[in-house]
Every structure is written in C-alpha cells, then in structure tokens.
C-alpha cells in the first residue's frame, strides 16, 4: 500500500508535489519519490525515509517543471531494502515514461516471463511497478505506431493494459512532452481521485490517492476515478477521459475504511470517519450480545484510528470514553522495528498506559483491528499492570483470517493470528478476560449504507473471497518462499513487514 499524486499546472509543482506527499504520508514510510517535467525532460529524486528526510531544499530546486508525480512507498511486493525499488520508475521509449502505483499485481511473476521472451523488455528488480510501467510503455508503442500520440492511443494502451494485468493497481504516469495519465484497476480495488484549482495561471489538475491530499494543497475534489476508467491532462490543461474496462466494478478494499486511509478522507463516496463511526455502532451490538454492559467501567481506545469506533461503541453502550494511553510521537514507527524483539518494546516506548483510568476498572480496549496479536497481547498486559481489573478487548474489524493479495502486506497466514485459530484461542493468546469481534456482513453494510454504489467491498483478508479470480494456494506459497528469502537488516534482524504502516495506530 502506497500514497502517489500527480499534478499538472501552470507553475512549478515541486512544492505542491511535497505538500500532498506529507499528506499522504500514513500510506508509507519506507521511501519516497518526486519526478517532475519541463518541456521533454525529467528530473528525478528518490530514497529510502520519509519525506522531510528524503527532500532537503537542494533536492527540491532540482526539481524544475510543471507537471509532476510522488508516491511514498509501503513494500508489499520485491525488495524492501532496495534503493532501486523506490518509485516513481522511469523507461526511455517510447516518448519517456515515469511511473507510480499503488497496489499489487497478482499475475506479476507471468508477466514478467512475457516481457522477457515475447515483448523483449529487460527488467532489473523484483518490483511488481516496473513490469508495470514495461508492460504500459509496450502497449503505447504498439497503440501509437506511425501514428501521433493523441488521447485515443493512449486510452487504447490502458484497453489492453487492463487485459494483461490482473490484481490492484491506481496509476499516475507521465509521458514526456504530451501530459498526465491515470487509471484504476477495473475492480477499483485501491483508491484514486480527481481535484481541480484554480492557479493564477489557469487550472490546476491534481490526482491523489486520497481526497486530503487535495483538500489540504487548496484543491477541490472533483470526483473518483472510476474502476478501470483513464484520465489522460494534456500540457496545456485539457482533461479527457475513458472507461478503458470491459466490465468494470466498483469492489474498494474495505481496509481503506477499517484502518489504512486518513478519517479526513473521503474514499468513492463515503467518509472514512462516518465509516469508523458506524463501524463502532455495529460493534456495541456485538458487545451486547457477548457479554453484559454492566461489566463494562470504561471504554478506552488504543490510540488512534480505532477513536471514532470506540466513542460511538461507548455512546451506544452508555458508558464513559477515557483516554487511557498516551502516544509518544518520537519514536521510530512500530513496523520498521527490526525483529520481533525490538518491536515489542518499542510498544511500551510508543505508548504509556495512564494509571488513574486503569486502576481497579474493568476497561473494554477498543483496536480498529487485530493482526499478528503480539501488540495486542503486550497492550492487554500493559493495562494489567497499570492497575485494570479485567481487560476486555473489541476489535473493529472482523478476524483477519486470509492473506491480502491487493497491496497491504499480509502474504502468509501463519503470520496472521486468526487464521486457523477459534476466537476463544485467540482471546488466550492476547490475555484478555473477553474478545469481540466485529462481523463482516455488518462492517460491510456500515461502509456501503454511506453510498448506494458501493454494491461490493474487496474484503478477502476477512472472508477469502479473491473478487480479481486469479488467486491459488500455489500463488500463497510463491509468496510465503520470496517472504522467507527477503534480505535481513543492517542490524542482521529479519525485516517483518507484516504491521501495516498507518503511524495513528499500534498493532
């Protein structure tokens, strides 16, 4: 899971570039990426960090030009310690092309053997993005031969880009000279919008991952992209677009809603905060039906995303909301935390219990979700200590149970700690005295009673359904092998990325 943007204007763009990635930040930390274009040109620079890090202001002034993309990246496919890996990607023909996406192509390993030995493209990296951007550049060079570039070869590519690929992918590419392309998979599994400003110059078109990237750079959300449709802005500001999929279905990944993007985001019509809010709702029914609220002394969150769950759980529930942890936020993020070890106790260094909200309570925590458990089980323990009664845990979310093919890092089930598991074994294993989990037919009805259009939700890592149809155990198990083969760190520690990236939650 990835934040791109692209931007397209009549003034310089790096800054603006800059501004929506540190808003996009949450959706990864591992590096970060700014291209930008002047006339047939590009200037590039990416590195491994975040992005204050990553751009200092020699960097920026580098970074002439009028149009311009940035992603900032979370691995979930290739490397996670190669320079190389980092987007945005670049090939030189036909035109000159620069890419970034968010997502996961599930069909990745076959396209490469096709570009290898049929289409005679040369990859250098393991990454998913650059046969990605080899396999968009072979079909631009087919679409546009002998021909000019205009938007009806462009939108021809996406066509048959969409009937190579399969898995997620959002995409924002530029090609020299010509202008901004976008596209969404034809499932619209991962998430992309359109914003419009107003420079002094003429309008400004923005693409972003998420609605706060363009709300928070002065641009107003024009709409969604929809699954499987194109965008292509040329030099001079004019807009077309195409719906470049034959059956096209709008399914976003519900986890979007349950934890990965900003509540301040709105995602294909509906509020990620209200989708939060309803979620606690739903949840308080299932506390109801699990165990008496007299039980219950206070409801407290684990810091942050779960907040807006766990205030309507306790409004529902008529019990009192506490903040009973407190976040440091100096401190490295949990998931880049070499080995198992150390990211346990950067959880008591992340977060600190207060005492008084604890002390001689029974206290209902309340997670967005539970993954792996060992956060779980060591923030359970946490409220022990500081004085609590009994420790109740609700989750959010329904048991994550399957691995997650579409870009969030899940890939094998033994690292997930519900697959395989009953819920009063899970509740063993975390220490607590209850467990309540969310339903999925009722997290999902909380999403799509906000828009009418949402007929499906991508929610396979809760209930196994695969909705792109190309996935097999055999496909599970490349996965699981290229998992235990990754490099370790510096520190010679195995890199899990497995805990999501969000930087408002622990897990």
């Known amino acids: 899971m990835c934040g791109i943007v692209g931007v397209i204007s009549a003034t310089p763009v790096n800054q603006l ?24 040109k590009f200037f590039m ?15 920026m002034r580098s ?5 311009g993309l940035g992603q900032v990246r979370y691995p979930t496919a290739g490397n996670a310690y190669s320079e190389e890996e980092a987007q945005p990607f670049y090939v030189n023909a036909p035109f000159g092309l620069v890419l970034v996406h968010n997502g996961n192509i599930t069909n990745a390993h ?87 400003g107003e420079g002094a ?44 999929a034959t059956a096209p279905s709008l399914n976003p990944c519900v986890f979007e809603y349950v934890y990965l993007a900003r509540p301040d985001s709105v995602i294909d019509g509906v509020s990620v905060y209200h989708a939060r809010l309803n979620m606690g709702e739903t949840l308080a029914q299932r506390v109801i039906s699990t165990m008496p609220p007299s039980e219950i002394d206070v409801v ?19 019990k009192p909301y506490r903040e009973g942890f407190v976040k440091n936020r100096y401190v490295g993020r949990t998931f880049i935390m070499p080995g198992q070890a150390v990211r346990k106790k950067s959880v008591r260094q992340k977060l600190n219990a207060i005492g008084m909200e604890f002390k001689g309570r029974n206290v209902l925590l309340v997670d967005d979700s539970i993954v792996r458990g060992t956060t779980s089980k060591e923030i ?32 094998t089930s033994s690292e997930l700690i519900a697959h395989d598991r009953t819920i009063e074994e899970i509740r063993q294993y975390i220490g607590c005295d209850a467990l309540i989990y969310q339903d999925v037919d009722a997290m999902k009805r909380a999403v799509s009673a906000l828009n009418p259009a949402l007929a499906s939700l991508e929610a396979s890592c809760f209930d196994g359904r695969y909705i792109t149809g190309d996935v097999s155990a055999a496909d599970f198990e490349a996965m699981k092998t290229q998992r235990a083969t990754q490099p370790q760190d510096e520190e010679g520690a195995e890199h899990s990325r497995l805990a999501l990236p969000n930087p408002t939650s622990a897990h």
Not at 17 to 40: E, P
Not at 46 to 56: I, L, P, Q, T
Not at 388 to 401: G, T
């Open 300 to 318: 407290i969150p684990i810091p942050e995303s779960s907040r807006p769950s766990a205030m309507q759980l306790a409004q529902k529930l008529g």
């Open 110 to 196: 076959a396209l490469k053997k096709e570009l290898f030995g049929i289409d005679r493209r040369h990859l250098n990296t393991e990454s998913d993005t650059e046969a990605l951007i080899n396999i968009l550049a072979h079909e631009l060079e087919l679409a546009a031969r002998d021909l000019p570039l205009t938007p009806v070869e462009v939108f021809k590519a996406v066509s048959a880009v969409h009937r190579r690929v399969k898995g997620s992918y959002a995409v924002v590419a530029l090609i020299a000279g010509y202008g901004l392309l976008a596209f969404r998979d034809p499932h619209g599994i991962r998430p992309l919008c359109l914003g419009k």
């Open 63 to 67: 970074l002439p030009g009028n149009i």
């Open 45 to 59: 620079h990416k590195a491994r960090g975040m992005v204050r890090d990553v751009f200092r202001t020699r960097n």
């Open 380 to 411: 359970v323990q946490m409220a022990r200590e500081a004085g609590a009664n009994k420790v109740y845990m609700a989750s959010a979310a329904p048991p994550v149970r399957y691995p997650n093919v579409y870009g969030i890092d899940m890939p």
């Open 201 to 244: 110059n003429g309008p400004e078109w923005m693409v972003a991952s998420e609605s706060v990237a363009l709300e928070g750079t002065g641009h107003q959300l024009v709409r969604d992209i929809a699954p499987g449709e194109a965008l292509f802005i040329t030099m001079d500001g004019e807009l077309h677009s195409q719906q470049c």
């Open 17 to 40: 570039i800059y501004d929506a990635l540190l808003l996009l930040q949450h959706r990864g930390q591992d590096a970060a990426g700014i291209v930008t274009g002047m006339g047939t």
